[in-house]
């Protein structure tokens, strides 16, 4: 069993920042892509950052030079650092790892439980 913990979540006002952070446990051979998305009510999760093995990292254009992501293999962990926040970034944040139980097992995509961002005077 694999599980992915977020935490950092919060209220914040406008042009604030906020670190999210979240660790995988468990049966966990190798991770591989890890990263974001982000889910406004009644519409579709949609990709915020991805950081791949090597470090290279994507943002969706709506968070690019405002977020960043990072991650901590030692510690199967992956952040993601949000500055001058906008009201319009209070979502349910999600993050996600492409992960291999063994070294003969298939890559599946693990997803944390979501944690809430809002931002508001």
């Known amino acids: 069993q694999v599980h992915l913990v977020e935490s950092g979540g919060g209220l914040v006002q406008p042009g604030g920042s906020l670190r999210l952070s979240c660790a995988a446990s468990?049966?966990?051979?190798?991770?591989?892509?890890m990263g974001w998305y982000r889910q406004a009510p009644g519409k579709q999760r949609e990709l915020a950052a991805h950081i791949y093995t090597g470090g290279r990292t994507t943002y969706a254009d709506s968070v690019k030079g405002r977020f960043t992501i990072s991650r901590d293999n030692a510690k199967n962990t992956v952040y993601l650092q949000m500055s001058s926040l906008k009201e319009e970034d209070t979502v349910v944040y999600y993050c996600?790892?492409?992960?291999?139980?063994?070294?003969?097992?298939?890559?599946?995509?693990?997803w944390g439980q979501g944690t809430q961002v809002t931002v508001s005077s």
């Open positions: 996600f790892a492409d992960i291999a139980e063994g070294s003969g097992s298939s890559i599946r995509a693990y």
């Open positions: 468990g049966s966990i051979f190798s991770i591989y892509t």
